[in-house]
């Protein structure tokens, strides 16, 4: 009868996430003891200047020493200063990184597929505009701009054989 109860408490334990829970707690004590020190500074600021100076450089080692302490397991797995709740820290973190990297990839694929058809467009438009001033000055296709082989002299600037106050410019 034992074993089935306790089954029943163990399974409800897991369904409800109580283990987050009590991992939690640490964390909150930890907290509550920092604000309490914060308090403690604030309080005897307006009091004694020196007072006060002593017990913010006192509170910031004691806040150094944890931060140090708390986040050594995320660099040497072996230390001995390991929490649950920096366990579910690190889980959140790198559910976080993953979740940010993906995202940032599919912004950058995004981005080229999009910078990628605005450069074709653009060499398309230059590319028409470079055929448009082509046949406007010379009268002919883009590939028709071999040197006149027949050794005829021409007598505008473009070489269309217009009076030379044509300078190039052909509509027609």
Same mark, same amino acid.
């Given at each position: 009868?034992?074993?089935?109860?306790?089954?029943?408490?163990?399974?409800?334990?897991?369904?409800?996430?109580?283990?987050?829970?009590?991992?939690?707690?640490?964390?909150?004590?930890?907290?509550?003891?920092?604000? /309490?020190?914060?308090?403690?500074?604030?309080?005897?600021?307006?009091?004694? #200047?020196? !007072? $006060?100076? &002593? +017990? =913010?450089?006192?509170?910031?080692?004691?806040?150094?020493?944890?931060?140090?302490?708390?986040?050594?397991?995320?660099?040497?797995?072996?230390?001995?200063?390991?929490?649950?709740?920096?366990?579910?820290?690190?889980?959140?973190?790198?559910?976080?990184?993953?979740?940010?990297?993906?995202?940032? /990839?599919?912004?950058?694929?995004?981005?080229?597929?999009?910078?990628?058809? #605005?450069? !074709? $467009?653009? &060499? +398309? =438009?230059?590319?028409?505009?470079?055929?448009?001033?082509?046949?406007?000055?010379?009268?002919?296709?883009?590939?028709?701009?071999?040197?006149?082989?027949?050794?005829?002299?021409?007598?505008?600037?473009?070489?269309?054989?217009?009076?030379?106050?044509?300078?190039?410019?052909?509509?027609?």
């Amino acid at each position: 009868m034992w074993a089935l109860r306790h089954n029943a408490y163990k399974g409800g334990l897991d369904r409800w996430g109580m283990s987050a829970f009590i991992s939690a707690i640490p964390l909150v004590l930890h907290a509550a003891l920092f604000l /309490f020190l914060v308090g403690l500074c604030l309080l005897l600021q307006p009091l004694d #200047v020196y !007072i $006060a100076g &002593l +017990v =913010v450089a006192i509170t910031g080692t004691i806040c150094l020493f944890y931060l140090a302490a708390g986040l050594a397991p995320l660099f040497w797995g072996d230390c001995p200063s390991a929490t649950p709740g920096l366990h579910h820290l690190y889980t959140i973190w790198n559910d976080f990184v993953v979740l940010a990297v993906i995202r940032v /990839f599919k912004i950058l694929v995004v981005a080229v597929i999009w910078i990628t058809r #605005v450069l !074709i $467009a653009v &060499l +398309v =438009v230059f590319s028409l505009i470079i055929s448009f001033i082509l046949r406007c000055c010379f009268h002919a296709s883009p590939y028709a701009l071999a040197p006149n082989l027949a050794g005829q002299k021409k007598s505008s600037i473009c070489g269309c054989g217009s009076p030379p106050s044509c300078r190039g410019f052909h509509f027609g």
